[in-house]
């Protein structure tokens, strides 16, 4: 390596600012077996936007029957106070959307995986079942005047096939983007993904999507912790194009398949590290903490976030007084 | 970003090969509040020798009133089987340098921080009276023929002072190369580092102590996680030049100011991560991940590691059965 030249290239590979999505309340607060007070809810939303957290996913239309954490979608949407913050939901099908769009939810988050055997698990369906039943979601939130996004799942990996080729992914990312999707988040859905492969599928998909010098959508990248990688899978997809990430506070959410393993990128850690490295994010750090450790006081857990046990780096300590 | 050439930039900057540096033993025991017998010490080095780590801090040479674990450095490092793996040793002072040689150990680490404060807070005296204590152990171990390292404390950041001018470290580190250094290990102490401030402090490093075309000693670093970090700056370093890192299976360690906070890069993460990048250990790491599993039901502890959580991200789920 020339140490010479290198430096230029490596600090001129990170951008100046990045978009942090939470989705804490709807990725994080559904795998948890206790329902949690729709005020309660509200009243985390609402500290997380006023703590500059520009985008959301506030919570999930799906039926109250299959996750009933979120059963309370339609009155938490209508109820938060959103003040300049966009806030968007997972929507399964086309019932979900019609309560999504009635709430007045800002945009619509629908899901897909780029496996078959995972799309299966999840919605009992092919893949390409469920993108012939977003033509009628896509219809409708156009009449609506709602912008469509789409979750791609299992993009770095399957669960059940292990590799996933680039080629599914492209293939769901050029259908979605057809039927108008206005940004594809492409999902470590069970923290299979390393740094190197990130760097190839950031570049593939920004190469594949790119028209004129412009993107055909918006791409987003969402990480999981799983195996310790989350971080450095965050850096390398920066590093390589990539500036939209999801994170869930306190990082919560997980994996179906690793019980008491991480869940979800922790959105102040990785803001925590952003800031540090000069990367904007246009969140308030100090006071996103305070939210997030009101959160975990408020919802009786222990988050697996680590800024909010260690302080921030920029926080001393006094010399320890010697006896 | 140029997405056309930038693919064989970032590929290119990551090496073939990078050799992890076991430091549990050390570095993970020592904030254990009990004292570990040490038969289970042993068995776990020597599994962790087993697994291909070819490098171990089998101990702590120090006071044993200071650190009680440490109490049984001699007769660890007098019965622990090498098998080829080099088997070195923290020694605070000459004290413990002439345990240390007489245990037999193949290399000594010292230790010295890179601020003033954090060296008077560690060891009670100043950073140059500690350099100057060192032309002693440098005498001894030449006249027995056993190399010798450093550590340099607080490189990225010290937890009285915040940031650390990287003219301290490199100061530090040319008085150390003067005396016969064979490496300088360069910690995040707290864990104050983030991934721009390794890339230019591993290229600054290089740079300064590169002599036509080669370097005067070796540089290894070692990370903690405490701010959630850890990964991502080991990716940097890497790829900004650094092959050395030193690690703690299970992730063992801590931050004396942050109670509850990661401690170090934990060894199987980091090695799942490197080679699901094609970049190689020489670890076996199913029989790592079967080492630190022992490790955990004997010290009966909850390790905060992910990867012996979630397994491996080749090890595929059977698709669930649908009722």
Redesign the interface.
């Known amino acids: 390596?020339d140490?010479?030249t290198?430096?230029s290239?490596?600090?001129e590979?990170?951008p100046d600012a990045v978009e942090i999505i939470e989705v804490g309340p709807r990725d994080g607060f559904q795998i948890l077996p206790e329902f949690i007070d729709t005020s309660l809810k509200i009243r985390v939303i609402e500290s997380l936007i006023k703590a500059g957290v520009q985008r959301i996913e506030v919570t999930s239309f799906v039926h109250p029957k299959a996750v009933p954490q979120m059963r309370d979608a339609d009155e938490l949407a209508e109820t938060v106070r959103r003040n300049g913050c966009q806030c968007f939901a997972m929507v399964p099908n086309l019932i979900g959307a019609e309560r999504a769009l009635e709430a007045g939810v800002e945009m619509l988050n629908l899901v897909v995986s780029a496996s078959e055997?995972h799309n299966?698990?999840n919605v009992?369906r092919s893949i390409d079942d469920s993108l012939s039943s977003f033509e009628a979601v896509f219809g409708l939130a156009e009449g609506a005047g709602v912008p469509v996004r789409a979750s791609i799942a299992t993009v770095f990996?399957c669960?059940?096939?292990?590799d996933v080729p680039i080629d599914n992914v492209l293939r769901v990312g050029h259908k979605l983007v057809e039927m108008g999707c206005v940004e594809l988040n492409l999902c470590d859905t069970t923290?299979?993904a390393?740094?190197?492969?990130v760097?190839?599928v950031a570049?593939w998909v920004?190469?594949e999507f790119?028209q004129n010098g412009t993107l055909a959508t918006s791409i987003a990248m969402h990480f999981h912790?799983?195996?310790?990688?989350g971080?450095?899978n965050?850096?390398?997809a920066m590093?390589?194009?990539i500036t939209s990430f999801e994170t869930s506070f306190g990082?919560l959410g997980g994996?179906p398949?690793?019980?008491?393993?991480?869940g979800n990128v922790?959105t102040e850690?990785?803001v925590?590290?952003l800031h540090?490295?000069?990367v904007a994010t246009g969140i308030d750090l100090p006071r996103l903490l305070n939210v997030v450790q009101q959160a975990e006081q408020a919802l009786d857990m222990?988050f697996p976030?680590?800024?909010i046990?260690?302080?921030?780096?920029?926080e001393?300590?006094?010399?320890?007084r010697?006896t």
């Open positions: 390596m140490i010479g290198t430096p290239v490596w600090d590979s990170l055997t299966q698990s009992r990996g669960p059940f096939e292990g923290g299979m390393n740094p190197r492969q760097a190839h570049r920004l190469n790119s912790n799983t195996r310790g990688a971080m450095a965050l850096l390398s590093q390589n194009g990082g994996c398949f690793a019980p008491g393993a991480a922790c850690d990785a925590h590290m540090d490295m000069d222990t976030g680590q800024v046990k260690a302080g921030r780096s920029c001393l300590h006094p010399l320890p010697r």
